[in-house]
Structure formats: structure tokens, C-alpha cells
């Protein structure tokens, strides 16, 4: 059974970081697209980045180019959204996703798995 669970998100100061993980179980991490994605309240889902481990890339939007970094520990089963640099806009509740076969994808509808997701809130 896949499943996808988000944690780390909470109350930051505008400039602070926050490093989001999403423990993942039911599937190898190789194998899927992991996906990152945001939702702020009266906004549509918004993806901010992907990862196929496999092919060894990566994708951001440009909203997040440069402050916010994915990464994964296999062996952890883990993948990891280090924001850096954080801005008000950047509230909403964080979603990570999954999707097979490994590539790097950007819409939310290609994803057939998601976690519950983990609030993000940034403010001073």
C-alpha cells in the first residue's frame, strides 16, 4: 500500500527556514516521481518542485528557484523541501506527491498518490 506522509511544516518568520520531509512507505523511492506541491487559501494547487531519483534531476518552480532545495535519503525511504529564505507568500499547506514511473513532472494530475499535507505558515 502507498502512502505518503508529510511533517515539518509550522510557524516561521518571514527570512527563516523550515525543512518539510515526506516519509514515504509501499513503493521504492527510485522507482516514482516525488513531487512537491502548495496550497494557499483561495489559490489552486501550485507545484514547486519534483525529483526522479532515477534520472538524477530535479525541477523548481520559479517561485522557489534558488531558496528551496529537494533532496532524499533512501535509505530513510525520506524526501526532504529545505526552504531557505522564506517569504509570507510562501503560506500554505504542503502537499508531497508520487507518481510512477520515474520523471520529472510539474501538474498535480499526473501525481496518483498524496499525502495529507503540513502547514506552512510564514509571519511575523
Known amino acids: 500500500q502507498v502512502q505518503l506522509v508529510e511533517s515539518g511544516g509550522g510557524l516561521v518568520q518571514p527570512g527563516g527556514s523550515l525543512r518539510l520531509s515526506c516519509a514515504v512507505s509501499?513503493?521504492?523511492?527510485?522507482?516514482?516521481?516525488i513531487g512537491w506541491f502548495r496550497q494557499a487559501p483561495g489559490k489552486e494547487r501550485e507545484g514547486i518542485s519534483c525529483?526522479?531519483?532515477?534520472?538524477?534531476?530535479?525541477w523548481y518552480a520559479d517561485s522557489v528557484k534558488g531558496r528551496f532545495t529537494t533532496s532524499r535519503d533512501n535509505a530513510k525511504n525520506t524526501v526532504y523541501l529545505q526552504m531557505n529564505s522564506l517569504k509570507p507568500d510562501d503560506t500554505a499547506i504542503y502537499y508531497c506527491?508520487?507518481?510512477?514511473?520515474?520523471?520529472?513532472?510539474?501538474?498535480?494530475?499526473?501525481?496518483?498518490?498524496w499525502g495529507q499535507g503540513t502547514q506552512v505558515t510564514v509571519s511575523s
Open positions: 525529483i526522479s531519483i532515477k534520472h538524477d534531476s530535479t
Open positions: 506527491a508520487a507518481s510512477y514511473p520515474a520523471r520529472l513532472l510539474t501538474w498535480a494530475e499526473e501525481y496518483e498518490y
Open positions: 509501499g513503493f521504492t523511492l527510485d522507482d516514482y516521481a
